[in-house]
């Protein structure tokens, strides 16, 4: 691990990557403050700009975007009352009022410190966990990938939908577009309806594209028409604000929220499919309930802006725990990362680190970075921000528009990539406007392989044996197979019985 | 009921899938099916639990800007290849925000010609990614 840690840190310290650091930091943060900008959004468009560099400087800008992005959605929430992303919808409930009083410059401030000091601390937990949940991943054998396949699928579509069945339909269907090209077991075509750019399957980033980019990009269009100019800002009157850092006496008072919010933020994200909107909630309910003053949450204290955007940072690096161990991304833009890492023919989980230990500890360096970057950004150029929001929607919706079709072009050259692109996003508009998410769609299509793999390889090695009783042998696959149960279980037990709390608001 | 329709599609889809798999070896397709009888199963709850959508409109789903957006994405993806990527992007962006604002050509031109400056050099010259030049550029 020294050795790869050393490595890891020469890689960082180059200017090159410092800058990568700083450019992915600020357009990530510019990304995040546009409402209607999602970070997967912003992330997946990206991509395609890391195919040509070395992997290690590919995923510093990755990481570095999506930890701006995380925080850019705080300061519309605070300054506009309209979060940029939906992470940053909890942040709106303190940050605005906070604004309204006269106090934009102290909301900014704990926004900008609050996420710091979460992301910081998600990292470290990535960091110290996920080399040795790698290794635990040593012990899979093709029936415990077989089930991590299902119970990444099943929580994902619980979790972050407002309907269990139709985000269950919406992973099948990303499964059964995985099936598609070349069978793993014979090397047979299937369902490539004579196209022979199918034979090696739906190519995971174009589509990942499409389903993040195209239905964001119509929305976009729409808003134009109906409320551009709710998001009109006042330059003039954001220029006066003054940032700066918090006193040491005002970091002992919040010091509570922080580590707790921090810590929630880390577990949600590390439960695939939660996303940032679920940690901020928690987070900041927790801290509302644990408060001696519950009844000024609401009305602009800085206790809720800290526990809500603490949270959604600490969450993006919880979220790439399960991504970079098991292969399991945590959210959306984790498994836009992921498909970063495999077009640069590196393989998450436990191979990560034994063979490419030097880019994975890159990667979570440059995360430390990217927060270092975030703080001095946010303190210094948080309201100069808010100026992205004035662009017209109609000229943002263009250059996104045609950065997604060089994206998909861009990764081999081939035209047919642009029109999964677009097929895919229409599906996924169309599908989203239904109901269904599209984060199970593409968590279906990179498990699938996994899946099928794995499927294969418990027939071959359970000989004849009762499939189940053959599962429920091995104490791993026990305990996926529960874990799978009550992530099914339990939010149909609730949709029966009515119980369940609404978990409206989607992860992506 | 919505959620009802959107169940008969997914049995729809179901049954030309599962026809599809009669084309190739069983043992290649016996994943995909395994997948396919879930699906069933899923569409036909779906069917019977239905969850009420008061504000569904299919007019609000597909208004004109989404389609006169989508079209001439689709319009753009047909064309370049053919005439050139440059070109291309160029003229669909003016046209694309001419069509949604008819205020300001002259800034769409600015706007147009530094998108594709920065595209050119970013993926040309720094990536090393090269776009179809066809019969303009």
Same mark, same amino acid.
């Given at each position: ?97 906070? #604004? ?57 579509? +619980?979790?972050?939908?407002? +309907? ?122 927790? #801290? ?78 440059? *995360? ?6 975030? *703080? ?60 269904? +998410? ?71 | ?137």
């Amino acid at each position: 691990m020294s050795i790869n840690f050393m490595e890891a840190l020469k890689n960082i310290l180059t200017i090159s990557n410092i800058l990568l650091a700083a450019g992915g930091t600020f357009m990530g943060i510019i990304f995040g403050a546009l409402p209607g900008f999602t970070a997967a959004m912003g992330v997946a468009v990206l991509l395609p700009v890391t195919f040509g560099m070395p992997p290690a400087s590919g995923l510093i800008l990755l990481g570095a975007l999506f930890g701006g992005a995380m925080y850019g959605g705080a300061i519309s929430a605070i300054l506009v009352n309209t979060p940029g992303t939906p992470s940053a919808a909890a942040t709106t409930l303190d940050g605005h009022p906070m #604004a309204a009083k006269g106090e934009a410059g102290k909301a900014l401030r704990e926004a900008v410190f609050a996420s710091f000091l979460g992301g910081i601390f998600g990292v470290t937990v990535l960091l110290l966990f996920a080399p040795p949940l790698a290794r635990i991943s040593l012990m899979f054998g093709p029936p415990e990938y077989f089930l991590l396949a299902i119970f990444g699928l099943t929580i994902i579509a +619980s979790i972050s939908e407002k +309907s269990l069945i139709k985000g269950l339909l919406a992973g099948l269907l990303g499964l059964l577009i995985s099936t598609i090209g070349m069978d793993p077991l014979l090397g047979t075509p299937r369902f490539t309806m004579g196209v022979v750019n199918l034979t090696d399957g739906v190519k995971l980033v174009p589509a990942m594209i499409g389903l993040f980019s195209i239905p964001e990009t119509l929305n976009m269009i729409s808003s134009y028409f109906n409320d551009d100019s709710v998001n009109l800002v006042n330059m003039k009157e954001f220029r006066k604000i003054k940032i700066g850092f918090p006193s040491l006496s005002h970091i002992k008072r919040h010091a509570l929220i922080y580590i707790k919010s921090s810590m929630i933020g880390t577990y949600v994200g590390m439960l695939p499919g939660a996303g940032g909107s679920i940690a901020s909630f928690m987070a900041y309910n927790e #801290a509302r309930r644990s408060s001696k003053h519950p009844e000024k949450f609401g009305t602009g204290i800085s206790e809720g802006v800290a526990a809500a955007e603490s949270a959604n940072n600490a969450m993006a690096s919880g979220a790439l725990i399960p991504m970079l161990t098991l292969g399991v991304p945590g959210d959306s833009v984790a498994a836009i990362i992921m498909g970063g890492l495999m077009v640069h023919g590196l393989e998450p989980g436990a191979q990560l680190f034994a063979r490419n230990g030097d880019i994975a500890y890159t990667f979570i360096l440059a *995360l430390y970075l990217a927060n270092i970057m975030m *703080l001095l950004c946010g303190t210094y150029l948080a309201p100069y921000f808010t100026i992205a929001t004035n662009t017209p929607k109609h000229i943002l919706s263009v250059c996104v528009m045609m950065l997604t079709v060089i994206g998909s072009y861009a990764l081999r050259g081939n035209i047919f990539d642009v029109y999964v692109m677009i097929t895919f996003g229409f599906i996924g508009y169309i599908l989203k406007c239904h109901g269904f +998410s599209v984060i199970p769609i593409v968590l279906g299509i990179i498990l699938g392989p996994i899946a099928e793999k794995g499927l294969n390889g418990t027939l071959l090695i359970s000989r004849g044996e009762n499939l189940l009783l053959f599962l429920l042998s091995r104490p791993i696959s026990l305990i996926l197979i529960t874990l799978t149960l009550v992530s099914v279980g339990v939010p149909l037990y609730r949709t029966i019985t009515g119980k369940g709390k609404k978990v409206a608001e989607s992860t992506e | 009921m919505l959620d009802r329709k959107i169940a008969l599609i997914s049995v729809g889809f179901f049954a030309a899938f599962y026809a599809a798999t009669f084309r190739y070896p069983p043992e290649t397709v016996s994943f995909p099916r395994f997948l396919l009888w879930i699906f069933l199963v899923l569409s036909v709850i779906l069917f019977i639990f239905p969850k009420k959508h008061p504000d569904y409109s299919f007019k609000a789903i597909l208004p004109k800007e989404k389609v006169t957006a989508a079209l001439l994405l689709i319009g753009y993806t047909v064309i370049f290849p053919k005439l050139g990527f440059f070109v291309t992007t160029f003229c669909f962006s003016i046209i694309y925000m001419w069509a949604f604002n008819k205020k300001d050509l002259k800034k769409y031109v600015m706007i147009a010609a530094v998108y594709i400056l920065i595209v050119y050099f970013v993926f040309q010259k720094w990536l090393y990614v090269w776009f179809p030049e066809g019969l303009l550029m």
